[in-house]
C-alpha cells in the first residue's frame, strides 16, 4: 500500500500542473492467465489567472478501469469488472518570491464500481501544498533546473499522515536530461524538436471501493487495488510546443492486485507475475 500511496500522492504535482489536457490508454495483460487490465483516462485542467503570477487552477479527471477477469475463480467476479475512479481538482499558485512559487490543491475523489448509489465509503480526500524553484530559462546559471518539494495527504493510502516527495529535473546538455523522483524517473534523449526517447522507471496504481462486497473464504472483500512498478522505454512525439503524442512501454517489476476488507486488510491476491506493460496518448501542456 505504501508504493500505491506514494503515487497517488505525487502524482497531482508531477503531470497535473503541467498538462492541461490528456486522453490515454494503459494495458497490461497477466502473464500465464486470461486475466488484463485495461485503462482509459481523460484529464481536464483549466487555469485561470487572478493577478500577476497568481492563478486558481480547476480540473477534472475520469479514469474508467475494466479488469476482463478471466480465469476461473471460486467466487463471483463479475461486479468487479469496471472500476470508476472520478477527480476534481482545485489548486492555487502564486509567487512566493523570486525563487519560488508556492501551490496548495485539495481534490476530492470518487472510486468506485458504481453500481449502487453512492454512499460515504465512495468518496475520499486528497490534497497537498508544494514549492517549485524553476530555474529552467535562467541562462546566468551554468546548471539550470527545476525543484519541487512538497507534503500531500492522500486517503486512500491507509497512512494517515502526509508523506514527503521531491522531484529534480535538470538538461545535462542539449540532448540528454534527466528527472528524478515518484512516480517517475527517466534519462530523455532529444533528438531534435519533435522526437524524444527516454528510459524510464514508474509507478501506477489506484484503490476503489466495492459497492456490491465479495465474500471470499467467509470474509468480505470491499475495497480493490493495484499497485505496479514499472520499467522500460518512452517515445514521444511533438506536434508542436504544447501538444504531444505519447507511448510508453516496458515490463513490470512489482505488480500487486488485490482484494482488501473494511479495514483494507489483504483478503484475496490475483496473478502477480510480472507482465507487459503498454500506455500511450496524447497530452496539451504548458
Known amino acids: 500500500m505504501f508504493i500505491l500511496g506514494v503515487f497517488a500522492c505525487c502524482q497531482f504535482c508531477h503531470a497535473q500542473l503541467t498538462d492541461l489536457a490528456r486522453l490515454e490508454y494503459s494495458f497490461i495483460p497477466q502473464s500465464n492467465s486470461e486475466d488484463q487490465y485495461t485503462r482509459l483516462k481523460v484529464l481536464l ?26 480465469d476461473g475463480y471460486n467466487f463471483d467476479v463479475s461486479s468487479l469488472n469496471k472500476i470508476h475512479v472520478i477527480d476534481l481538482n482545485v489548486g492555487y499558485t502564486f509567487k512566493w518570491n523570486e525563487s519560488w512559487r508556492f501551490g496548495v490543491k485539495i481534490n476530492p475523489r470518487i472510486a468506485s464500481t458504481l453500481s449502487e448509489p453512492l454512499s460515504a465509503e465512495d468518496y475520499f480526500f486528497n490534497g497537498g501544498v508544494f514549492f517549485i524553484n524553476d530555474k529552467i530559462k535562467d541562462h546566468n546559471l551554468k546548471r539550470p533546473y527545476r525543484l519541487i518539494l512538497g507534503l500531500t495527504y492522500n486517503a486512500t493510502t491507509g497512512i494517515p499522515f502526509p508523506l514527503p516527495f521531491i522531484s529534480y529535473f535538470r538538461p545535462i546538455n542539449d540532448n540528454w536530461s534527466f528527472n528524478a523522483g515518484v512516480p517517475k524517473s527517466n534519462l530523455k534523449y532529444t533528438f531534435n524538436q519533435r522526437n524524444n526517447m527516454q528510459v524510464f522507471v514508474g509507478l501506477d496504481g489506484y484503490l476503489a471501493h466495492l459497492q456490491d462486497t465479495t465474500l471470499i473464504n467467509g470474509e468480505k472483500a470491499e475495497h480493490i487495488s493495484l499497485s505496479v512498478a514499472i520499467g522500460g522505454f518512452g517515445y514521444e512525439y511533438c506536434f508542436t510546443k504544447h501538444l504531444v503524442a505519447y507511448m510508453y512501454t516496458g515490463y513490470t517489476f512489482r505488480l500487486n492486485n488485490v482484494l482488501r476488507n473494511k479495514n483494507r486488510d489483504e483478503v484475496f491476491k490475483f496473478n502477480s507475475l510480472n507482465a507487459f506493460y503498454l500506455r500511450t496518448g496524447l497530452k496539451f501542456k504548458i
Do not use: D, T
Open 45 to 70: 485542467n483549466f487555469p485561470i489567472k487572478v493577478k500577476e503570477n497568481n492563478y486558481l487552477i480547476l480540473g477534472a479527471e475520469y479514469n474508467r478501469i475494466l479488469l476482463n477477469l478471466e
